[in-house]
């Protein structure tokens, strides 16, 4: 079962924007992560938030967490074209060792 | 270099036939996952082991098989059994669950097997 959503499905915006992609989920969770795949490659991870944290930078990348909405965000900032891949969240739940994956945001970055 | 390695990238295979996917880490990580993935969608975790010559079954096990004699080492055997086996399979790793619980997965590149 996947646990997230990510909003919206697909995104394109012009280089040097700022791109922000959303991830909803279902049940409470322990920890939330966020990872990018780029095109037919592993995925890498981007940044981890807690459940007590509301917000955590690292770079051009910033995550905000409310859980009350059971919902997080992801900001990239000063877009350029090597941010263009697939970008997904992973939720872990107390007491569970798994990581359950969103759907993913497909992001495309013009030049 | 420390990593994740899996092999083949690309695997064909005729319906009917066993194969077995490698995944080999040298991170000594505890813990290592294999993922499935179709087409424009997510992860589906088949296999997962927190520890050698132990695992379990993720959320889609059915047809797969997997083994953990070593720690660096975590093969899936996509068996015949598995009805519809074309898709892009990632092996993952990590370190062994804190208390607190929180971690990151390292991923391999991937392998693509394609059965017809």
């Known amino acids: 079962s996947q646990q997230g959503e990510e909003d919206p499905q697909a995104l394109s915006i012009q280089e040097g924007e700022n791109a922000t992609m959303n991830c909803s989920y279902k049940t409470s969770i322990n920890n939330l992560q966020w990872y990018r795949q780029n095109s037919g490659r592993g995925l890498v991870h981007l940044i981890l938030?807690?459940?007590?944290?509301r917000e955590k930078h690292s770079g051009r990348l910033r995550v905000t967490l409310d859980t009350s909405k059971k919902s997080s965000s992801l900001l990239i900032t000063a877009s350029r074209a090597a941010d263009t891949a697939s970008y997904f969240c992973?939720?872990?739940?107390?007491?569970?060792?798994?990581?359950?994956f969103g759907t993913g945001t497909r992001l495309t970055i013009i030049p | 270099d420390g990593g994740i390695t899996q092999s083949p990238k690309y695997l064909f295979r005729k319906e009917g036939q066993n194969v077995t996917l490698s995944c080999e880490q040298n991170l000594n990580h505890d813990a290592m996952y294999w993922y499935r993935q179709d087409p424009g969608q997510g992860l589906r975790l088949i296999y997962y082991s927190q520890i050698v010559n132990d695992f379990q079954k993720g959320d889609i096990a059915e047809g797969y098989s997997v083994s953990r004699e070593k720690k660096e080492s975590f093969p899936l055997t996509v068996t015949s059994a598995q009805k519809n086996p074309t898709a892009f399979y990632l092996c993952a790793s990590s370190i062994a669950r804190l208390a607190g619980g929180n971690y990151e997965q390292y991923f391999g590149p991937g392998t693509r097997l394609t059965v017809t």
């Open positions: 992973a939720t872990d739940a107390f007491g569970n060792e798994k990581l359950t």
């Open positions: 938030i807690r459940s007590n944290e």
